[in-house]
């Protein structure tokens, strides 16, 4: 039996949609529905946030992309889409470059291929709990990770995500080269002001894989709001690209 706590809707080709670090399958809320009507929907907690356990001290892409490999595996999934945000969109990579035969198409969203100083300084501050509190997502953090230990478990749910992505010893490390052999169509969303996946280390993977579209987000910063008013957009934009023609 999968580890993951998951959740599913729609009926289609199977489209796995991976959260960011620190929330859970709920991010997808505002698109989920919309992308239900087109593709089976499978929308998983990571280990150690939500509903679904850890199983180690840190936190890892790797575990993590092993785990939706089980999960596929127990749904008896050969392969499917692929939509990752920013931590989720690092291991969506992770399984197209390590599985590349269970991917068939990747959407990474908020996301670069590797971690560096620069980079993680945002990821860092994101670690703090002062954060969350300042634009008042403490209480749906708290609420949505109690299972990970209680009321103040979202405290280190976002303090294990800060490690994943430690550059010195983070698994998200992959080089241009490594990319060039990407052979899925890929769509790359991103803020054209996100201090996390900054624009110059976008572009670069925009030129190494080979069949790769670029969308960017105006005047968005890592916050791109596609939980609000770009929300239909974003779903919208997602269905386009998963039902391109060759």
Not at 83 to 90: I, Q, T
Request: net charge negative.
């Amino acid at each position: 039996m999968t580890i993951l706590h998951y959740t599913e809707s729609g009926q289609g080709e199977p489209l796995i949609l991976l959260h960011s670090g620190g929330m859970s399958s709920a991010e997808w809320q505002p698109q989920a529905p919309v992308l239900a009507r087109h593709f089976r929907v499978i929308t998983p907690d990571h280990l150690g946030h939500g509903r679904s356990p850890m199983i180690a001290d840190r936190l890892a892409v790797s575990d993590m992309g092993r785990a939706v490999l089980e999960l596929m595996d127990e749904l008896t999934l050969p392969a499917a889409n692929l939509v990752g945000s920013s931590m989720g969109g690092a291991v969506a990579l992770w399984l197209t470059l390590h599985y590349p035969a269970r991917v068939k198409r990747l959407v990474l969203y908020r996301i670069g291929y590797r971690k560096d100083e620069v980079t993680y300084a945002g990821t860092r501050n994101m670690a703090d709990p002062e954060y969350w509190r300042s634009v008042g997502m403490h209480k749906w953090l708290s609420d949505v990770h109690h299972p990970q230990g209680g009321p103040d478990a979202w405290e280190d749910v976002i303090l294990r995500v800060s490690e994943a992505l430690e550059p010195a010893t983070s698994d998200h490390a992959h080089d241009l080269e490594i990319l060039e052999r990407i052979t899925q169509p890929t769509l790359i969303v991103v803020g054209d002001r996100d201090p996390v996946a900054p624009l110059d280390q976008i572009l670069e993977m925009f030129g190494a894989i080979p069949n790769c579209g670029l969308w960017i987000m105006p005047y968005a910063t890592h916050v791109t709001a596609t939980s609000t008013w770009r929300a239909e957009s974003f779903a919208l934009e997602i269905i386009r690209f998963l039902q391109r023609r060759e």
